[in-house]
């Protein structure tokens, strides 16, 4: 089975430039998270969705950020306009149905914005 | 609240030793999850293992082991017999369990500890 894919894998932008991060989760996963990785914080989580429906977006850094999912199978972190502090490496994960806790990750994406 | 420690930053060992990570973690969840995550150089975050809060026995997968303690409130991971592809920061992290009413399983993690097998 496909594991939780992630694009694009690198991304390099200018400041003030929209990003968008895309996530396809593990087929019949319920739950789908984005996950932020930086040396200085770690792993914070920013939103988790469950059955495409946003539960808890407490973790968003601004309103520059938004996320979405529109079916089971698809979700987008958006960061508008960019800031170089956006930098750092963005994981989507998913877990699966039949409370199974652990989740599973995705490659991430390294956002660097100039 | 919850939190997870792991107190030890970076380690170094020569292959073929063994190495303890430590975890240290908080919560006032009375059932919980406890887990530990790879990230190899390469960056991706590898799920390794699950541990019920009820279920103190400890696990042994090959190489790893893991020994988790509720009166102390850690869950350590030992590698034996350490080979240079263990070389990776390793996560420990906590999430509520759906008995306890949060439903939603989110994660905390700890800061990671990197460790480094050299040949």
């Known amino acids: 089975d496909a594991g939780v894919i992630q694009s694009p894998r690198h991304e390099v932008t200018e400041m003030g430039q929209e990003v968008t991060l895309r996530c396809k989760p593990i087929s019949g996963h319920d739950y789908l998270f984005w996950y932020r990785q930086t040396m200085m914080r770690g792993l914070e989580l920013l939103i988790y969705?469950?059955?495409?429906?946003?539960?808890?977006d407490s973790g968003m850094p601004e309103d520059r950020f938004s996320a979405k999912m529109p079916n089971a199978s698809f979700s987008t972190l958006k960061i508008q306009p960019s800031e170089p502090r956006d930098s750092a490496v963005y994981f989507c994960?998913?877990?699966?149905?039949?409370?199974?806790?652990?989740?599973?990750f995705g490659p991430g994406t390294r956002l660097t914005v100039l | 609240a919850q939190k997870v420690t792991q107190a030890q930053t970076e380690i170094s060992v020569v292959e073929k030793e063994d190495v303890t990570l430590d975890c240290v973690y908080e919560?006032?969840?009375?059932?919980?999850?406890l887990f530990w995550y790879k990230q190899p150089p390469s960056g991706e975050l590898v799920f390794l293992i699950r541990r019920n809060s009820f279920d103190e026995q400890n696990e042994i997968s090959g190489r790893y082991s893991w020994n988790f303690q509720k009166s102390t409130s850690s869950f350590n991971f030992t590698i034996t017999a350490s080979q240079v592809v263990d070389s990776a920061v390793y996560f420990c992290?906590?999430?509520?369990?759906?008995?306890?009413?949060?439903?939603?399983?989110?994660?905390?993690f700890g800061k990671g500890t990197k460790l480094s097998v050299i040949p």
């Open positions: 969705f469950n059955n495409n429906v946003p539960i808890d």
């Open positions: 992290a906590l999430s509520a369990s759906a008995y306890s009413g949060a439903g939603s399983y989110q994660l905390t």
């Open positions: 919560t006032r969840d009375t059932t919980y999850y």
């Open positions: 994960a998913s877990r699966g149905r039949g409370g199974l806790p652990e989740q599973f």
